[in-house]
């Protein structure tokens, strides 16, 4: 038997909280494996906690659902995983996936900004930018990489007003994601997608990478 946590971040506000509960109920009904969630940070599901909780003969693969393999990856994850009581596999975490890229912008159509929530890491900012532009050029739709805090490209550096379609490439709901729409409002742009967690195309790859478990 094996177990699967998805581990993330975390976030103080209750809508996260619950966009990471759903996906674990979705990618369980496919996955035939067990999956549960764990948190970094804002909830005491910590990740000893819940892998504490798992049968003694169930194998534990730990996913970050991280986007990039910045400071929580490096340090804050590995962390964590240290502090067990027993061995896990330490995945990779989820990153960029092509697909989930290409189906937002096919979907857009249009000149797109995928706004991402920003890291002091220059090669992180340069892998993001790198897998967007691989993206628009699979699919002929002119797309950008921007940043909603740190260094690199601002919303506004972007794009003119109503320019593009914005898109934050976030995983969850919450105030960080909210700052983006308002964002993009202010400066008359379009912006769609509720959190990468409620698109069907992530949650696609999250089963992919679960299924390789079993």
Known sequence: MS???LLAHGSPDPRSQRAVQDTVTAVA???????????????ERDLRTVVAQIDDDEHVAVLPLLLA????????????????????????????????LD??????AGPTVLVAAGTRDDEQRAAFAHAVARAAARTSVPAVEAYATGPG???TDATRPGGATVVPWLLAPGR???????SAGRHGCHSVGYGLLREPSFLRALDARVGARR
């Open 153 to 155: 490209r601002r919303l």
């Open 3 to 5: 177990a699967v946590v």
């Open 29 to 43: 009904r496919g996955s035939g494996s067990t999956v549960t969630a764990a948190f970094l940070d804002h909830d």
């Open 103 to 108: 189906s937002i912008l096919r979907r857009c």
């Open 176 to 182: 960080l994601l909210d700052s983006v729409h308002e």
């Open 69 to 100: 393999t910045a400071f929580h990856a490096r340090v804050d994850v590995p962390a964590a995983v240290s502090a067990l009581d027993r061995p896990v596999d330490l995945l990779d975490p989820i990153g960029h996936p092509s697909g989930v």
